[in-house]
């Protein structure tokens, strides 16, 4: 089991909220990254991170923000949530090995 | 660029029977390949993967998957498939030292009884 977590699991909020989705892992990888996943879809790459201060942006646009201050947390900000916004976000960190490990995600819903 | 393409957006088996997988891939350099499985409501699990050593890459749970460059294949099977398999499966690729891994679109598995 991977040492990766994150919180909430479930979230609904209303239009407009700001939210910020948690994401730790106690690996000490240096890579960090968030998906978006419709159901029944693939992975999108929203962000990802190579260490401390250092964030880019994914290959699919996102309104979101993320920041990387400790190698062990990445957490990802939405302003004002939209219902565009509802979806499942996956957060994973890879070795050096390249494998990368998945958090359980956490399912947004914004009404 | 990589690309992945997982061939069977659905398969169903017979509990007992033989699962194949199908994914082929696109990558302009030496390439890393994983299979995940993913369960309803949980994150991604790894599989196993592909990094330039042995082509034949054994997994958990009983799954492999063969490595074949001429055929730009990463098929995955099982020889007996179990009720506990039925889940999403996703073949991926990396370019090796890279930050990028390409999703395929995922493979539905349906487990009969």
């Known amino acids: 089991e991977a040492d990766i977590y994150q919180t909430p699991r479930y979230l609904v909020i209303g239009t407009g909220k700001k939210i910020t989705l948690e994401c730790s892992q106690t690996?000490?990888?240096?890579?960090m990254y968030w998906y978006q996943q419709d159901p029944g879809m693939e992975l999108h790459l929203i962000h990802y991170s190579y260490g401390v201060n250092s964030t880019e942006k994914g290959d699919l646009s996102s309104e979101s923000t993320v920041s990387r201050i400790r190698t062990e947390h990445f957490p990802l900000t939405l302003e004002s949530a939209r219902p565009s916004h509802t979806s499942q976000y996956l957060c994973?960190?890879?070795?050096?090995?390249?494998?990368?490990?998945f958090g359980p995600g956490t399912r947004l819903t914004v009404t | 660029a990589q690309s992945v393409t997982q061939l069977d957006s659905h398969v169903s088996v017979s509990e007992g029977t033989p699962v194949l997988l199908r994914c082929n891939y696109s990558s302009s350099y030496s390439p890393s390949l994983f299979w995940y499985v993913q369960h309803p409501n949980k994150g991604l699990q790894l599989l196993l993967k592909y990094t330039s050593a042995a082509t034949l890459v054994k997994g958990i749970n009983g799954f492999e998957a063969e490595f074949k460059k001429s055929e730009t294949s990463f098929h995955l099977t099982k020889p007996s498939a179990h009720m506990s398999d039925a889940a999403e499966y996703f073949c991926v690729v990396s370019d090796v030292g890279t930050y990028k891994y390409i999703f395929g679109t995922g493979t539905r598995l349906k487990v009969l009884a």
């Open positions: 994973a960190s890879s070795d050096r090995r390249a494998e990368q490990y």
């Open positions: 690996m000490g990888h240096d890579k």
